[in-house]
């Protein structure tokens, strides 16, 4: 079997695997943040970085809702990691955003961050900080979840189905959930043009 073959076998597998009733959580809980008119602060790193970019887009643009990617502030994000440490990027981006308990934060992770390991330390404490504030959090990860499943209200846990493509494939189902979710009926408010 060719590698791209066994890739998408891979893939059909975690598709096969995902939780239906867990993604429809995640939706209740976007639904709740409209109804309460809260602000969606959407976190990863990396790859995850690159699909809150993205996600924060389509739910801003198709969903209506007010959504933020401290990542997209390259200034702030270089600013804070120079002056401040790796670990506050996210808290001191929430702290200046006065994040609250209307507000819904949403972690985008393979691992989920692992203080512990020294793994997305700002991740690890910007779930702290939500804590803190009283902010639900959701999360899209992969693994164990790490932090990100461990603090979540409700959570989509991509199945692993081959240690060495743990980290392409949930980042791939990171994006597919983000865009069922964006096109959900009880989510999407303005139909994509294509």
Same mark, same amino acid.
């Given at each position: 079997?060719?590698?791209?073959?066994?890739?998408?076998?891979?893939?059909?597998?975690?598709?096969?695997?995902?939780?239906?009733?867990?993604?429809?959580?995640?939706?209740?809980?976007?639904?709740?943040?409209?109804?309460?008119?809260?602000?969606?602060?959407?976190?990863?790193?990396?790859?995850?970085?690159?699909?809150?970019?993205?996600?924060? #887009?389509?739910?801003?643009?198709?969903?209506? $809702?007010?959504?933020?990617?401290?990542?997209?502030?390259?200034?702030?994000? +270089?600013?804070?990691? #120079?002056?401040?440490?790796?670990? +506050?990027?996210?808290?001191?981006? $929430?702290?200046?955003?006065?994040?609250?308990?209307?507000?819904?934060?949403?972690?985008?992770?393979?691992?989920?961050?692992?203080?512990?390991?020294?793994?997305?330390? #700002?991740?690890?404490?910007?779930?702290?900080?939500?804590?803190?504030?009283? +902010?639900?959090?959701?999360?899209?990860?992969?693994?164990?979840?790490?932090?990100?499943?461990?603090?979540?209200?409700?959570?989509?846990?991509?199945?692993?189905?081959?240690?060495?493509?743990?980290?392409?494939?949930?980042?791939?189902?990171?994006?597919?959930?983000?865009?069922?979710?964006?096109?959900?009926?009880?989510?999407?408010?303005?139909?994509?043009?294509?």
């Amino acid at each position: 079997m060719s590698f791209s073959a066994a890739f998408v076998a891979r893939a059909r597998e975690a598709l096969d695997g995902l939780s239906c009733d867990s993604i429809e959580h995640l939706v209740d809980e976007l639904v709740g943040l409209r109804e309460r008119e809260g602000r969606l602060f959407v976190l990863g790193v990396g790859g995850s970085a690159a699909n809150a970019s993205h996600a924060v #887009n389509d739910f801003r643009k198709l969903c209506g $809702l007010e959504a933020y990617a401290p990542t997209d502030n390259v200034a702030e994000l +270089t600013a804070r990691t #120079n002056d401040e440490g790796w670990e +506050t990027t996210f808290t001191g981006w $929430l702290r200046t955003s006065r994040l609250g308990a209307r507000d819904l934060v949403m972690v985008l992770s393979v691992g989920g961050g692992d203080r512990a390991r020294n793994v997305s330390p #700002n991740l690890v404490a910007a779930l702290e900080l939500a804590a803190d504030c009283a +902010t639900p959090v959701v999360a899209i990860v992969g693994r164990d979840g790490g932090a990100a499943l461990r603090s979540a209200r409700t959570s989509v846990l991509v199945p692993v189905v081959e240690a060495g493509l743990v980290t392409p494939i949930t980042e791939a189902f990171q994006s597919l959930v983000l865009h069922l979710l964006v096109s959900h009926p009880r989510l999407q408010r303005s139909a994509t043009k294509w």
